[in-house]
């Protein structure tokens, strides 16, 4: 069944936050977690191809769409995302999971397994913007520091004014590496609905907190990296400084995809994804 027949559910954090998802498929259950701006209905183009495997659930993270959530959230990073999906995952009786992400997804997915190994079987990991591990090395620390002056900065300074489609636009130009006149209006449309995620985000105390190094390189499950060879130049920072973290991961490029690698190529990420959680099961 389509994804965007589905119905979407809701489950209620321990905090009163309502989280929606949509569920579907059978098999092992496997978690999709969206991007900063995206919400469950990004994994359209993953739903058939992968609910003919598993037992699938796209959530909406709590600030993203249809979720009506509105509490302050001055420290909102990854990593509470990832509790969510934790709480989320014991609500349902779920005991452990595959884990899909892209871009911010992707970072809350290594959160996850990071701080809940046990829960986690596998990860497909998108993108995610570990903004610090650009930083940390000498030869990638410059286009951070450049991504910052043009995108953090900016977006963050737009947020604090209460110019929030501005601060979301300019958030998407610069994770997206294109000018926002090139960019879809039913794209632009959904970042519109789901730029309180964006402002939480942009306004965080730590909006990129770090994982450390050392517990990356020994997470115990497989995790597969997935990159496009034409994403923006801090993207190319942030993954050469996570596969060097990580070499026990894979890493894989997708030709004729930018950031948004699911939705740019996704017969091609399907078929990746798929086949690597099956070569580890």
């Given amino acids: 069944m389509p994804l965007d027949s589905l119905t979407p559910l809701s489950v209620t954090m321990p905090d009163g936050a309502t989280i929606s ?27 058939e191809a992968f609910t003919r495997h598993y037992d699938c659930i796209a959530l909406s993270c709590r600030f993203n769409w249809p979720n009506g959530n509105r509490m302050e959230a001055p420290d909102h990073s990854a990593v509470e995302n990832a509790e969510d ?42 993108e995610p913007p570990m903004m610090k591990y650009a930083e940390m090395y000498p030869d990638t620390a410059p286009v951070a520091a450049a ?58 105390s730590d909006e990129f907190p770090l994982l450390p190094r050392e517990v990356l390189a020994a997470l115990p499950m497989p995790v597969l990296l997935v990159t496009g060879a034409n994403t923006g130049p801090i993207f190319k920072a942030m993954m050469s400084g996570i596969s060097r973290s990580m070499p026990q991961a894979r890493m894989e490029v997708i030709a004729d995809a930018g950031h948004s690698v699911p939705q740019d190529q996704p017969e091609v990420f399907n078929r990746m994804a798929l086949g690597f959680l099956a070569s580890q099961s």
């Avoid at 005991?95 to 990071?114: E, K, Q």
């Avoid at 130009?173 to 519109?192: F, M, S, V, W, Y």
């Fill in 21 to 47: 998802y949509v569920r579907g498929g059978s098999g092992p259950v496997l978690i999709f977690l969206h991007g900063v701006m995206g919400d469950y209905r990004s994994w359209a183009p993953q739903w």
């Fill in 85 to 126: 999906i934790v709480a989320l995952m014991d609500a349902l009786g779920i005991d452990s999971t595959v884990l899909v992400g892209s871009s911010y997804g992707s970072f809350a997915a290594l959160a996850l397994a990071v701080n809940h190994p046990g829960r986690v079987r596998a990860v497909v990991a998108s």
């Fill in 147 to 204: 991504f910052r002056e043009a995108t953090v900065i900016p977006s963050r300074a737009a947020f604090e004014r209460g110019e929030d489609d501005l601060g979301a636009m300019l958030l998407t130009g610069g994770i997206q590496n294109a000018d926002i006149a090139t960019i879809p209006p039913e794209k632009l449309e959904q970042r519109r609905q789901n730029m309180m995620a964006g402002k939480r985000v942009a306004l965080s």
